[in-house]
């Protein structure tokens, strides 16, 4: 069995992103062919919803940042001494952490790190724990009886989603959100450790036009090279300026009033509140830049947000969707997840033709779709106008 691992390793250690994700396929196939009904009912019972809790209570008790700073491994009878719990409970909680992989056993009632608890002992970790169990298991609950209520319709209405039943709310799930200050900050954890300027490599468009952008200083007339619209903290914006440091003073960001009124300045990044179901007040910018923002509303927000986008735009203008593009057919396991999850919003993954629609009421159409991440699908679609 070891020889087996140590060859598909070495397999995946040589294959690009398309060969390590048909590997992965493969095996979760393998795994399927194997199981009984017996350890498919134990999974499901279990990992979504016991080890889910786990990761909770190992977040409340600081496990996970316990056990990464330890350089050696570190006993349970060491855990319960800095935590609240007995050593009789943590035994139980760790060796199913351990069974799961989030930590690593190395001998009787003795953990040490691996990959994983040391990206859940991190400020991002805590908050993609925060959101799975306190906002997704709620709305995983709640999504079966929403569904039978409203006769397994489509969610449209983003005032009528699982969210307003699970948390019995009549707000939407921003407005709520932003009520709910530890929820928010969460979301904010985890989106700011999802940034990068991995969409930038290989994107032609991009660079030819970075390249024709002065080195010097912009000038008081300069337009913008990018409005990152609804930008959160300016996650994406900081590391463009690092990539770019001669777009510097060339970037702006904006986000509602609630995010942006208390943020710190931005080296060389203009932070504006703005609200995008409202006219855009830049004009003529390169590219206004949407990351992560179409797959949160249904269609006809979406299509006011690029209305609204669009009117501003100059001749030269492109809009940047960096988002999922889902595959016609064959689509993974964490696209369609995420699709699911986005009906808390009343908003969806779309595929390459339901963005040219999409376009296409706002104006505007598909000019090339610069595909970056292949596990995910995720990619930049360009939009120019009509």
């Known amino acids: 069995m070891n020889s087996i691992v140590s060859q ?24 399927v062919e194997l199981q009984t009904p017996k350890d498919v009912l134990l999974e499901l019972a279990g990992l979504g919803g016991i080890t889910n809790a786990m990761l909770r209570v190992g977040q409340d008790l600081g496990i996970f940042g316990l056990i990464s700073t330890n350089e050696a491994p570190i006993s349970v009878i060491q855990l319960a001494e800095k935590t609240d719990a007995t050593p009789e409970l943590l035994e139980r909680v760790l060796r199913h952490l351990a069974a799961t992989n989030i930590i690593k056993e190395t001998g009787p ?3 040490t790190a691996n990959e994983l608890t040391k990206i859940f002992g991190n400020p991002f970790g805590e908050g993609l724990i925060h959101q799975a169990f306190n906002l997704y298991l709620p709305l ?27 948390f019995d709310t009549k707000l939407t799930t921003f407005e709520w959100l932003f009520q709910h200050p530890k929820y928010m900050e969460a979301m904010h954890k985890t989106m ?4 990068g300027t991995e969409w930038t490599e290989g994107f032609t468009l991009l660079e030819s036009e970075v390249q024709k952008v002065p ?32 777009l510097r ?3 702006v960001m904006q986000d509602l009033p609630v995010t942006v009124d208390n943020l710190a300045p931005i080296e060389g990044v203009k932070v504006e509140a703005y609200d995008f179901f409202q006219e855009q007040p830049v004009k003529d910018a390169k590219f206004y830049y949407l990351r992560r923002i179409m797959h949160d509303w249904p269609d006809e927000k979406a299509a006011q947000i690029l209305t609204n986008t669009a009117a501003a735009m100059g001749p030269d203008s492109r809009i940047l969707i960096d988002d999922v593009v889902m595959p016609d057919t064959g689509a993974n ?31 505007l159409r598909v000019e090339d779709v610069h595909s ?11 939009l120019v106008k009509e």
Not at 336 to 344: A, F, K
Request: proline residues 4%.
């Open 8 to 31: 598909i390793k070495a397999l995946a250690d040589t294959a690009d992103e398309a060969g390590r994700l048909e590997i992965i396929k493969n095996l979760q196939q393998v795994k």
């Open 333 to 363: 396991w964490q696209a369609t997840m995420v699709d699911l999850s986005m009906m808390i919003l009343a908003g969806k993954e779309r595929s390459r033709s339901q963005f040219e629609r999409l376009a296409r009421s706002a104006g």
């Open 215 to 246: 080195l010097t200083p912009p000038s008081p007339k300069e337009k913008p090279f990018l409005v990152d619209i609804g930008g959160s903290h300016g996650h994406q914006c900081i590391e463009l300026a690092k990539k770019y440091v001669h």
């Open 109 to 111: 009632n003795e953990y």
């Open 372 to 382: 970056y991440a292949a596990s995910t699908y995720t990619a930049i679609t360009v």
């Open 249 to 251: 003073g060339r970037l």
């Open 192 to 195: 700011g450790a999802l940034q």
């Open 140 to 166: 995983n609950q709640a999504m079966p009886a929403f569904f039978a209520e409203n006769n397994y319709k489509d969610v449209t209405d983003n005032r009528h989603t699982p969210f307003q039943k699970a």
